[in-house]
């Protein structure tokens, strides 16, 4: 037996999650058993565990996109017990069963060994939203964008992609503009390297469809009219990639940004990316997030705290990265 959080559905199909003992006879299929150290709690995994969206996709689910563990068997030649393991994506929480229990039995292909810069605790502070905020740099790096460039946007800066994506490009030497609803939370923002704060009112409503050029490339972690008016505000050229959608799916937006100014929009999409990349990303993030940084951003949690704590990440009342300890 093992502890996890167990999300089922009542008859009028609402979302019921429950913190209790499994039995290692439920798990999926897979090659390899992992003990799990720590997991994270995601705005993804929130909007699970509340049943506020439609994340799940098979029942019963035990949420959690992200894992950091060690393999106690592998029926896959390239695993061994012992072996330390990060896994992020891969339909962790929606397809398969995740990380926010103290076992998980997973597939070989989608295990990483953990980065030597990190220890698993540490991996879930990175984890998916330091990944994705990662795949978003090197779609930035690779349309040409260099540091000295001109200002970068990270729109919902103060939530856990946001944070990672302002401390990763000033490292690189980016100029990061920080667009955040929570103005007490400049002083963070501007630690973890943001060159100025402004007001996610100036984005939110709906703006013009071409508007003053002010940002040679963006990171958007929100969405609807955001992202549009991020896009209408990119200069001649740029690149904004998009990888979030807190404030809605909808992309209210006109084709002008992208015809008269050659603006590229990147999507971003974590989930299936191959290791390879994955492991060029977390070198990237070893290398230029500081680690004080990171643990300014983190804030840590139980498992049995996952589902009263869920609804604060939906209510962008939590800032950064929330890992959780699976063991208590």
Known sequence: MFQGILLTQGPDKKTIATYGPLDEAQLPAGDVDVRVEYSTLNYKDALAVTGKGAIVRSWPMVPGIDLAGVVETSRDARWQPGDRVVVT???LGETHWGGLAQ???LKGDWLLRLPPAYTTRRSMAIATAG???ALAVMALQKHGLAPGDGEVLVTGAAGGVGSIAVALL?????KAVAS???PH???YLE???ASRIIDRNELSTPGKPLQSER????IDTVGSHTLANACAQTRWYGAVAACGLAQGGDFPATVMPFILRGVNLYGINSVFTDNATRERAWAMLAQHVDTAKLEQMTVEIGLSEVIDYAPRVLAGQVRGRTVVDVNR
């Open 215 to 218: 940002w040679a490339g963006v």
């Open 191 to 193: 630690s973890l390297g």
């Open 89 to 91: 994506g891969w339909g």
């Open 185 to 187: 939370e400049s002083g």
């Open 131 to 133: 990944f994705t905020a």
């Open 180 to 182: 955040t609803g929570r």
């Open 170 to 174: 000033a490292g690189l030497g980016y």
């Open 103 to 105: 076992k998980a039995r």
